[in-house]
């Protein structure tokens, strides 16, 4: 009985996973076994938060999640569950304000975009979806590469109707505050094939 009580509060545990983001960076700082990875996603149309997005009190702290995307990543390539958000999906994902320039630190590996959610509502449940199915590599020695700018657009019913890649190096330069930008590598997000 006592490990049938301990199997399903795991369970549980499991279910209630929060989404882990990668660790955020200001500097090129990696260690010998990270890269710093630097780039954007953007939504076209963005979404209104006004009419789009509804905020509620909550404890977990929907400010968090709101206005963001997060984005699994992993050494391989798992489509997520857009049907139920699986928190275990998401342990090493990419968090990013929609149009914001991000760094992050990962591990040095090529690393797949397994598809991505930004929530309208937190209290109903309400999520919007996003597709992976896109890869980087690091190159032999970078301390840090430039994955692009990931745009999705959509339509007026929510469905992602085009994914592209743009190279907008001025990302890099804005995100750097000044620093240089010659140690930064440029590794443009490629589709699957």
């Known amino acids: 009985?006592?490990?049938?009580?301990?199997?399903?509060?795991?369970?549980?545990?499991?279910?209630?996973?929060?989404?882990?983001?990668?660790?955020?960076?200001?500097?090129?700082?990696?260690?010998?076994?990270?890269?710093?990875?630097?780039?954007?996603?953007?939504?076209?149309?963005?979404?209104?938060?006004?009419?789009?997005?509804?905020?509620?009190?909550?404890?977990?702290?929907?400010?968090?999640?709101?206005?963001?995307?997060?984005?699994?990543?992993?050494?391989?390539?798992?489509?997520?569950?857009t049907s139920q958000l699986e928190g275990s999906e998401f342990q090493r994902s990419l968090?990013?304000?929609?149009?914001?320039?991000?760094?992050?630190k990962t591990a040095r590996q090529r690393t797949y975009l397994n598809g991505g959610v930004t929530h309208l509502d937190v209290l109903r449940q309400e999520r919007l979806w996003f597709?992976?199915?896109?890869?980087?590599?690091?190159p032999a020695g970078a301390r840090a590469v430039y994955v692009g700018t990931l745009r999705y657009h959509r339509n007026d019913f929510n469905a992602i109707t085009r994914v592209e890649v743009l190279d907008e190096r001025r990302d890099v330069a804005a995100v750097l505050k000044g620093a240089s930008a010659a140690d930064v590598r440029t590794s443009l997000l490629q589709r699957l094939r």
């Open 1 to 81: 009985m006592k490990a049938l009580l301990i199997a399903a509060f795991a369970l549980l545990l499991q279910a209630c996973a929060m989404p882990q983001a990668l660790p955020e960076t200001t500097a090129l700082d990696a260690g010998a076994n990270e890269v710093v990875v630097i780039g954007k996603i953007e939504l076209v149309p963005p979404l209104d938060p006004k009419f789009e997005q509804r905020s509620h009190w909550n404890v977990v702290g929907e400010k968090r999640l709101l206005g963001r995307i997060w984005m699994s990543t992993g050494a391989e390539y798992r489509p997520i569950t």
């Open 95 to 104: 968090e990013a304000q929609w149009g914001v320039p991000f760094m992050v």
């Open 131 to 138: 597709p992976g199915g896109l890869y980087f590599d690091v």
